[in-house]
Antibody, heavy 119, light 107 residues
Framework: EVHLVESGGGLVQPGGSLRLSCAAS????????MTWVRQAPGKGLEWVSY????????YYADSVKGRFTISRDNSKNTLYLQLNSLTADDTALYYC????????????WGQGTLVTVSS | EIVLTQSPATLSLSPGESATLSCRAS??????LAWYQQKPGQAPRLLIY???NRATGIPAKFSGIGSGRDFTLTISSLEPEDFAVYYC?????????FGQGTRLEIK
């Protein structure tokens, strides 16, 4: 059974940084693309970033480009998202999701980790 | 960036009725469109991928159709557990994007 567990969220001041993690199990992590999706309180889903199975290809939403960095450690079955220069608009529940192989078809999701940016 | 516009924003129906939800893309996404269901406090659940393919374990009451710019999700014989928010998402080009969602509520 696929299991995705996000961690690393919390309260951070504007301009601060956080690193989110997503621990994966139940599948061959190194064979699957992964993605981060966020959801601000009471709002819809917003795609944030994608990383290919090997980590050689990454893509970002314009809203986070240059501030967020996605990465993965296939030896640890873990996905990461480094969040820098945070603003109140980044306040959201951050989900990691597993792709279907290299495709951006997300059939498995974690339960999310909450990031709150506030002074 | 491709913008996905879902309609209606809110759909009020009674159990037993059928629901028709729409998603229109600002440019063609071929058939690279998925539908998700999200209930309060839960992660999204994949229903349909590539416009018309049901995800694993999704009942036949959920069906999708469309290509290019216009897509439809139909839910037949609504049951209480079907009332939720539904999102479409494309995977045609980068960046990916989601529609703003349709809230399906009990009338």
């Amino acid at each position: 059974e696929v299991h995705l567990v996000e961690s690393g969220g919390g309260l951070v001041q504007p301009g601060g940084s956080l690193r989110l993690s997503c621990a994966a199990s139940g599948f061959t992590f190194s064979s699957c693309a992964m993605t981060w999706v966020r959801q601000a309180p009471g709002k819809g889903l917003e795609w944030v970033s994608y990383i290919s199975d090997s980590g050689s290809h990454t893509y970002y939403a314009d809203s986070v480009k240059g501030r967020f960095t996605i990465s993965r450690d296939n030896s640890k079955n873990t996905l990461y998202l480094q969040l820098n220069s945070l603003t109140a608009d980044d306040t959201a529940l951050y989900y990691c999701a597993k792709g279907s192989g290299s495709n951006s078809i997300y059939g498995d999701w974690g339960q999310g980790t909450l990031v709150t940016v506030s002074s | 960036e491709i913008v996905l516009t879902q309609s209606p924003a809110t759909l009020s129906l009674s159990p037993g009725e059928s629901a028709t939800l729409s998603c229109r893309a600002s440019q063609s996404v071929n058939t690279y469109l998925a539908w998700y269901q999200q209930k309060p406090g839960q992660a999204p659940r994949l229903l349909i991928y590539d416009a018309s393919n049901r995800a694993t374990g999704i009942p036949a009451k959920f069906s999708g159709i469309g290509s290019g710019r216009d897509f439809t999700l139909t839910i037949s014989s609504l049951e209480p557990e079907d009332f939720a928010v539904y999102y479409c998402q494309h995977r045609d080009t980068w960046p990916l994007s989601f529609g703003q969602g349709t809230r399906l509520e009990i009338k």
